[in-house]
Nanobody, 121 residues
Framework: VQLQASGGGLVQPGGSLRLSCAAS????????MGWYRQAPGKQRDLVAV???????TYGHSVKGRFTIFEDNTKNTMYLQMNSLKPEDTAVYYC????????????????WGQGTQVTVSS
């Protein structure tokens, strides 16, 4: 199982970016697919997470600016980031709970590689 993150880059303050995270491999179900971010010298924090039922939870600092949504047919989750601020600069990591064995109901947690988001003029 792999989580492939993409979409990071350099953007000016007030701009927008869309991150994507695609899950591939032996997947029977996905839950709690989300994004975390880590700035230099800081801990990794929750940005947003969405359940398989479509319930989204956001970190306090991104509420109203970021939107998480998914395309279940493609096992892909997106993070639309609007009104970006310099303090949003960080490496963004996708994460998900994935059912990899249907018979034993085995769920495992996976991390994707990070994608750098830099907000600067």
């Amino acid at each position: 199982v792999q989580l492939q993150a993409s979409g990071g880059g350099l953007v000016q303050p007030g701009g927008s970016l869309r991150l994507s995270c695609a899950a591939s491999g032996s997947i029977f179900n996905i839950n709690n697919m989300g994004w975390y971010r880590q700035a230099p010298g800081k801990q990794r924090d929750l940005v947003a997470v969405i359940t398989s039922g479509g319930i989204a939870t956001y970190g306090h600092s991104v509420k109203g600016r970021f939107t998480i949504f998914e395309d279940n047919t493609k096992n892909t989750m997106y993070l639309q980031m609007n009104s970006l601020k310099p303090e949003d600069t960080a490496v963004y990591y996708c994460n998900a709970d994935i059912l990899t064995n249907y018979r034993s109901n085995t769920w495992s947690n996976y991390w994707g590689q990070g994608t750098q988001v830099t907000v600067s003029s």
